[in-house]
T-cell receptor, first 111, second 115 residues
Framework: GDSVTQMEGPVTLSEEAFLTINCTYTATGYPSLFWYVQYPGEGLQLLLKATKADDKGSNKGFEATYRKETTSFHLEKGSVQVSDSAVYFCALRLGSYIPTFGRGTSLIVHP | NAGVMQNPRHLVRRRGQEARLRCSPMKGHSHVYWYRQLPEEGLKFMVYLQKENIIDESGMPKERFSAEFPKEGPSILRIQQVVRGDSAAYFC?????????????FGSGTRLTVV
């Protein structure tokens, strides 16, 4: 079946460091790919998405590129802030099927 | 336009009681999904409903758990005879009928604590 694998956390960084959170997927078709962010005590919010190969999603300084050849959708940010501390979920969705989420990666940014 | 509304935000129940969690989808959204988030375990799909229909309940335990989405009113996730292991955050998401490649909209969740 379809699945999403994320790197295990927590990822701990100092402010202004470069961030990469790895995400790879397995799917039987051509899914849309998403990153969601969950701040403490809140629900998930859509951060960015990409719907086809080589698309780049971006929002709030975060980027991820849909790589079909490596079945990956790694999340990156050039300079993290303390306010970016949250849990990040990678997800895929095939058409109207129910989305599949990764287990989430906790990011902790120290001042 | 309010987002997905879940209530209550926090719910405390004693073992053996019933828990009722409510979810009002975004305006124009007729598809509702319930997920459970356990500490250190990520987000697990439970059930997918459309108005008056359960489309997929493959992630929902067969006993004690039920869900509905009536023609009028919010979607309800009901847990009967709660046990400590039911303590978790329960999230509802909604989408329009032709969501296609669109993502979901999530509510802020209900945090259930069973004492």
């Amino acid at each position: 079946g379809d699945s999403v694998t994320q790197m295990e956390g927590p990822v701990t960084l100092s402010e202004e460091a470069f961030l990469t959170i790895n995400c790879t997927y397995t799917a039987t078709g051509y899914p849309s790919l998403f990153w969601y962010v969950q701040y403490p005590g809140e629900g998930l919010q859509l951060l960015l998405k990409a719907t086809k190969a080589d698309d780049k999603g971006s929002n709030k300084g975060f980027e991820a590129t849909y790589r079909k050849e490596t079945t990956s959708f790694h999340l990156e940010k050039g300079s993290v802030q303390v306010s970016d501390s949250a849990v990040y979920f990678c997800a895929l969705r095939l058409g109207s099927y129910i989305p599949t989420f990764g287990r989430g990666t906790s990011l902790i940014v120290h001042p | 336009n309010a987002g997905v509304m879940q209530n209550p935000r926090h719910l405390v129940r004693r073992r053996g009681q019933e828990a009722r969690l409510r979810c009002s989808p975004m305006k124009g959204h007729s598809h509702v999904y319930w997920y459970r988030q356990l500490p250190e375990e990520g987000l697990k799909f439970m059930v997918y409903l459309q108005k008056e229909n359960i489309i997929d309940e493959s992630g929902m335990p067969k006993e004690r758990f039920s869900a509905e989405f009536p023609k009028e009113g919010p979607s309800i996730l009901r847990i009967q005879q709660v046990v400590r292991g039911d303590s978790a955050a329960y999230f509802c998401a909604s989408s329009p009928p032709q969501a296609g490649s669109s993502g979901y909209t999530f509510g802020s969740g209900t945090r259930l604590t069973v004492v």
